[in-house]
Structures are given as structure tokens and as C-alpha cells.
């Protein structure tokens, strides 16, 4: 299986700042990285696929990029409702998740 | 596109559950489906997949050989069968469908249905 690393686990910020999340894979996985927002009690939702395309719908402060072994998602100018927890997952072979990276309030 | 799970419960450790997922707003003779669970505060695990035609299922190694994924094309019904259910396998699971262009980018998911094994 290929292991997804992510980082941080967590982290806090406030409305308006920009957050970085990291996700590394075992190996190579060329762009099939898929990025998720994950809400209490909810189901994750899909944001972003093929390590950069934005999902239809979900706003141009979101935005993915890396290939290879290392991607990175940023929101910038984060508003109350980006407050979340964000999960990576390859798609090059069976499913692989990172562990999570939750975003909270400072 | 909507995903509905059924089934999930109550069950003790060695027993059986057996989820449904309806989909609606697209069929399951068109597109790959998976399910994925996440145990409470935990992350995410996929577990299973299936093809369109039903040929071809994968399986996770924790589940592979106890867990059986099924579909009726015809009612747009896909199922998940758990026997010999152990306590680790408590967790809300997700039928999840696979994009188009990728089976494994998970596209759309249902609600969850919690599956507690507990004596």
C-alpha cells in the first residue's frame, strides 16, 4: 500500500489567514492526489482532484498543487466555514488516506 | 446524485451486518463504487470496490475474506455483507461512488451508517 503522511495533524488560524496543509506519499503517484473537507458529523466532500483541479463549486481561495511524492493545499483567506478537517487520499492505487489535518479557530 | 446507506446497527463480536446503499441521479451499471469507514474520531479507511459489471472486487486486507461487496444494477442497490464481525470494525461506513475518469476518485458520498460490535 502507498502510506500518506500528512501534515500538520492540526492547527489554528484566524479568518483571513492563509493555511498550508502537506501530504506526502510513499511513492511516486504522479498527480492522483485527491483533497477532502471533512465537517463534524458530516461526510467528507470532494475539493480538489488530480492534486490541483477545484472541484465545481468550491471557491478559488482553495488551491492544490505538487506531483510526484509531495503535495500541498492552501486556503487563503480562510472564512468561518473553511473551519474543518482536510484528509488527502491517493488514487493510484487502492485508497490510501493521510490522517488528517484539522483546522480550528485560534 | 444522492447515496442513502441502510443496515447498520447493533452487533456482537462474530456476528453479521449487511449494508445497503441506494444511489439515485445516476446508475451503478455506469460508474466503480467503494466503501470507505472511519471509526469514531479516526480517519478514513477505504475497504472495498467494485466494478460497474460486478467482475472485478477488491477488498482491504483487515477485511478481506470476512466482507463480501455486492450490487443490483437493476434496483441501483449496492450492499456490503460483514460476517465474523470483530470489535475494530466499529466505524460509520461510507458507500462512495468513483468519478468517471478515475474509480478511486471518491466523488460522492452517502450519509454514513454506524456499525457498533460490542457485546
Known amino acids: 500500500d502507498i502510506q500518506m503522511t500528512q501534515s500538520p495533524a492540526s492547527l489554528s488560524a484566524s479568518v483571513g489567514d492563509t493555511v498550508t496543509i502537506s501530504c506526502r506519499a510513499s511513492r511516486s503517484i504522479g498527480n492522483y492526489l485527491n483533497w477532502f473537507q471533512q465537517k463534524p458529523g458530516k461526510a467528507p466532500t470532494l475539493l480538489i482532484y488530480v492534486a490541483s483541479t477545484l472541484i465545481r463549486g468550491v471557491p478559488s481561495r482553495f488551491s492544490g498543487s505538487g506531483s510526484g511524492t509531495d503535495f500541498t493545499l492552501t486556503i487563503n483567506n480562510l472564512q468561518p466555514e473553511d473551519f474543518a478537517t482536510y484528509f488527502c487520499?491517493?488514487?493510484?492505487?487502492?485508497?490510501?488516506f493521510g490522517v488528517g489535518t484539522t483546522v480550528d479557530i485560534k | 446524485v444522492q447515496l442513502v446507506e441502510s443496515g447498520g446497527g447493533l452487533a456482537p463480536p462474530g456476528g453479521s451486518l449487511r449494508l445497503s446503499c441506494a444511489v439515485f441521479?445516476?446508475?451503478?451499471?455506469?460508474?466503480?463504487m467503494n466503501w470507505v469507514r472511519q471509526a469514531s474520531g479516526k480517519g478514513l479507511e477505504w475497504i472495498s470496490h467494485i466494478t460497474p459489471s460486478g467482475a472485478t472486487v477488491k477488498y482491504a486486507d483487515s477485511v478481506r475474506g470476512r466482507f463480501t461487496v455486492s450490487k443490483d444494477n437493476a434496483k441501483n442497490i449496492l450492499s456490503l455483507e460483514m460476517n465474523d464481525l470483530r470489535v475494530e470494525d466499529s466505524a460509520h461506513y461510507f458507500c462512495?461512488?468513483?468519478?468517471?475518469?478515475?474509480?478511486?476518485?471518491?466523488?460522492?458520498w452517502g450519509q454514513g451508517a454506524l456499525v457498533t460490535v460490542s457485546s
Open positions: 487520499q491517493q488514487s493510484y492505487s487502492t485508497p490510501t
Open positions: 441521479g445516476f446508475t451503478l451499471e455506469t460508474f466503480e
Open positions: 462512495v461512488r468513483g468519478s468517471a475518469r478515475d474509480g478511486y476518485n471518491l466523488d460522492y
